[in-house]
């Protein structure tokens, strides 16, 4: 099992709040990830990290933001929830030294946002 | 767009092996064929990969084709907890970006 959690698991919230979306690994994993799948659609990279103060954006476009502050940590942000941020997010980590680069997912936060 | 071509859907009765096809007709030679499922609801998760030799671990078996241009995944007794979607992906090992496509849907029957 990996070590890799999110919170909250579900989100249910109304337009223009902001929100946090809290992943945590300990692993001591270098990289982290994260993943936005509509349902029943395909996973996309929004974000990832290298490492502490290293933030890149992903294939698809996102308008929420991340932090890496702690290797630990990689929270994810919508300063103003819309109807069109309603999906799954997943955030992942991999081991900087793993040769086989495999990343480790943990199980997600629905986000619904009315 | 991701560069495999699995079925949408796959049914095994189970018990039975079930064999996961996946065509990478545009691999390159640093390219590894990784495999990862996601069970409903849940993260995906890494199942086997290997880069021309067939590989086997205790979930699951790799089958590689010679000219690379396609692959098997072998679950040799399917169970129920086995269906998920299954995601053939091609990436270079030190490649930290995962294109994941649309994957297979597999529905193991009782």
């Known amino acids: 099992e990996a070590d890799i959690y999110q919170t909250p698991r579900y989100l249910v919230i109304g337009t223009g709040k902001k929100i946090t979306l809290e992943c945590s690994q300990t692993?001591?994993?270098?990289?982290m990830y994260w993943y936005q799948q509509d349902p029943g659609m395909e996973l996309h990279l929004i974000h990832y990290?290298?490492?502490?103060?290293?933030?890149e954006k992903g294939d698809l476009s996102s308008e929420s933001t991340v932090s890496r502050i702690r290797t630990e940590h990689f929270p994810l942000t919508l300063e103003s929830a819309r109807p069109s941020h309603t999906s799954q997010y997943l955030c992942?980590?991999?081991?900087?030294?793993?040769?086989?680069?495999?990343?480790?997912f943990g199980p997600g936060t629905r986000l619904t946002v009315l | 767009d991701a560069k495999t071509t699995q079925p949408p859907s796959m049914d095994c009765a189970e018990g039975r092996a079930a064999n996961l096809p996946c065509n990478h007709s545009?691999?390159?030679?640093?390219?590894?064929v990784y495999w990862y499922r996601q069970i409903h609801s849940q993260g995906p998760q890494y199942i086997i990969h290997?880069?021309?030799n067939n590989e086997t671990n205790e979930m699951a078996s790799l089958i590689i084709t010679e000219d690379r241009k396609s692959s098997t995944l072998i679950l040799p007794h399917a169970t129920l907890r086995d269906t998920a979607v299954y995601y053939c992906?091609?990436?270079?090992?030190?490649?930290?970006?995962?294109?994941f496509g649309k994957g297979t849907r597999l529905h193991i029957l009782p």
């Open positions: 992942a980590s991999s081991d900087e030294g793993d040769r086989d680069n495999e990343q480790f």
């Open positions: 692993m001591g994993h270098d990289k």
């Open positions: 990290s290298y490492g502490v103060n290293s933030t």
């Open positions: 545009t691999i390159s030679g640093n390219e590894y």
């Open positions: 290997g880069l021309k």
């Open positions: 992906i091609v990436r270079v090992a030190w490649d930290d970006k995962i294109i």
